[in-house]
């Protein structure tokens, strides 16, 4: 089976910085991806990390570590407007699963 | 603009009813998928088509059927037999057999009556 973990909340300032942690344990594992859902709506993807190393779109930042089966996604200059959930997800060869999701609340 | 359609955006079931939601996408997309998220929780695979006339069951397709007679269109049904059907139902796409990135609908919350 697979699992994943990742933190239940956390809190920032705004523009601080904040890194989400996610570990999984999994078999046939193809990359990890993020998804971003504000509350009651559709989850928007964020970015997928199939390689080690960190991949940077703007203030979001995601690396992964498969040796450690651990990747992160960080988050720069933080605005009200992040705060949302955040869900790693293991991207096997035909779906995803998701982790439980890290709820961010961003204050002034 | 492309994008994924689900319909309604509100459900009520009664006890012993089958329900039926939409989702359709004009995005031409081959593969397909419906998840299930619970308040707090993480979102779970229920069924996932990567092709027309064929679905396989994910992780909770116990009370839920599904059918792909159009590249289009992915309805999924809440049989009576799902007995906790209180939800937030999201449909998704990507754009081929790769699992990602995925294109989600706004989704359907589904309660009891």
């Known amino acids: 089976g697979q699992s994943l973990e990742q933190p239940s909340e956390v809190t920032a300032v705004e523009g601080a910085i904040v890194q989400i942690n996610c570990t999984y344990q999994?078999?046939?594992?193809?990359?990890l991806s993020w998804y971003q859902q504000h509350d009651g709506g559709a989850p928007t993807f964020l970015s997928y990390n199939a390689l080690d190393g960190l991949e940077e779109t703007g203030r979001f930042s995601s690396f992964l570590s498969r040796s450690d089966s651990y990747g992160y996604l960080l988050l720069q200059e933080l605005q009200m407007k992040d705060s949302a959930s955040y869900f790693c997800?293991?991207?096997?060869?035909?779906?995803?699963?998701f982790g439980k999701g890290t709820m961010l609340l961003v204050s002034p | 603009d492309g994008g994924i359609t689900q319909s309604p955006k509100y459900l009520f079931r009664k006890e012993g009813q089958n329900v039926t939601l939409s989702c359709e996408q004009n995005l031409n997309h081959d593969a397909m998928y419906w998840y299930r998220q619970d308040p707090g929780q993480g979102l779970r695979l229920i069924y996932y088509s990567q092709i027309v006339n064929d679905f396989q069951k994910g992780d909770i397709a116990e009370g839920y059927s599904v059918s792909r007679e159009k590249k289009e269109s992915f309805p999924l049904t809440v049989t009576s037999a799902q007995k906790n059907p209180t939800a937030f139902y999201l449909c998704?796409?990507?754009?081929?057999?790769?699992?990602?990135?995925?294109?989600f609908g706004d989704g359907t919350r589904l309660s009891i009556l």
């Open positions: 999994t078999s046939g594992f193809y990359g």
């Open positions: 997800a293991v991207s096997g060869y035909s779906t995803l699963t």
């Open positions: 998704a796409s990507s754009i081929d057999r790769a699992p990602q990135p995925q294109h």
